[in-house]
């Protein structure tokens, strides 16, 4: 790969809502954004969902990750397979356990096996080096989402949320020169967005999701499970700060006793309240919210978000980004960052002691 030039990269991510594998080209010098590229997506099946479901919390050699490992790594190779033109591809890979504070973070698949099948150099292991250092190894987009913030020329301060199984926000400064630089960038994990929604839906409808929110559409948020979910003490805890994908598993306990209508509408309520409590967080109100991930297809929870943000709340597209391909997209420049040797967190995005290139490259 050429250092410090403007490289094609391909990057994946295979998120927490355990719906498929995104993949995207994006060219870049790891500073700059110059080009988007293709695009795929590779979705899993519902026997491979309920084989990675049954894997989620466990770590190396516990029952069932192996086998989640090789279909998460099989995935990958099927739709890689498809690009043309890439020097260098980001592996994310699928997380099945984060605890930072404690045993660490895992996600499973083999960035070794993926550059062997691909002949192509892959970095991975993207988290594991800032939890090392004391890091939370989330949220990794960040230093991404400034590069989009310069790319869209903003000149005042703005925030992405990612709305995908778990949210998490970037507040940024986009009048700073680099990501690492005091005061450009916060982020952290806002609580739990699609993943326990998710899951009620799949409980109780056998659906994967809540289509444009068509079920919550028709029932009412009840405030008492509302407030009894927003007294968590995750919610004032001060940032840096990140989550497991089922650190809130007791939301499905909250609504339990609800009709399915008024159970989504009051999930996505609090998907929608822990933002709000976020938005204590940020040095200063964004001039403008910009959401990515599935969250930002739920019109329910949208409207709930500009209702009680005070600032405009619009999906990526509205300045030309990719919603469903951003994180796929983030992987890929942080690929090329750390090819480069530049740093891939900071304190103030994960709580690492001092910068961080996070990511060990196989087959260079």
Not at 290 to 302: A, D, K
């Amino acid at each position: 790969m050429r250092q410090g030039q403007a490289v094609w990269a391909l990057g994946t991510m295979s998120g927490t809502s355990l719906d498929g594998v995104d993949a995207a080209m994006l060219k870049t010098d790891g500073q700059a954004i110059f080009d988007f590229g293709q695009t795929g997506y590779r979705a899993y099946g519902a026997e491979d969902q309920a084989l990675l479901r049954a894997a989620l919390g466990k770590w190396p050699g516990e029952d069932g990750v192996a086998e989640a490992a090789e279909l998460v790594e099989g995935a990958h190779i099927a739709l890689l397979r498809d690009f043309v033109g890439a020097e260098l591809i980001g592996f994310h890979g699928q997380t099945l356990a984060h605890d930072p504070k404690g045993r660490g973070t895992h996600q499973a698949g083999d960035g070794a096996k993926l550059a062997e099948a691909l002949g192509l150099p892959v970095a991975w292991d993207f988290r594991s080096a800032d939890v090392e250092l004391g890091g939370e190894g989330a949220p990794l987009a960040p230093f991404f989402h400034f590069a989009c913030a310069k790319w869209i020329g903003a000149d005042e301060p703005l925030a992405f949320l990612n709305l995908g199984g778990v949210g998490n926000i970037t507040w940024i400064d986009p009048t700073k020169e680099r990501p690492e630089q005091d005061g450009a960038l916060l982020a952290f994990d806002t609580g739990p967005a699609n993943a326990p929604l998710n899951d009620l839906m799949q409980q109780r409808r056998g659906e994967p999701f809540d289509k444009d929110g068509a079920l919550a559409a028709t029932g009412e948020v009840v405030a008492g499970a509302l407030e009894l979910f927003l007294d968590d003490p995750y919610f004032p805890k001060i940032p840096p700060k990140s989550l497991d994908r089922d650190a809130f598993s007791d939301m499905l306990d909250l609504v339990r006793e609800l009709s399915d209508a008024d159970a989504a509408a009051t999930m996505t309520g609090m998907a929608a309240a822990a933002v709000m409590q976020a938005m204590v967080h940020c040095p200063a109100l964004p001039a403008r919210v910009l959401v990515t991930g599935g969250g930002r297809l739920n019109p329910v929870m949208m409207e709930m978000l500009r209702a009680g943000l005070d600032c405009p709340v619009d999906p990526v597209e509205a300045v030309g980004l990719n919603g469903d391909m951003l994180e796929a997209q983030a992987f890929a420049y942080l690929a090329v960052r750390i090819a480069n040797g530049l740093p891939t967190s900071c304190p103030t995005t994960t709580g690492v002691r001092a910068l961080v290139g996070g990511g060990t490259i196989s087959g260079a």
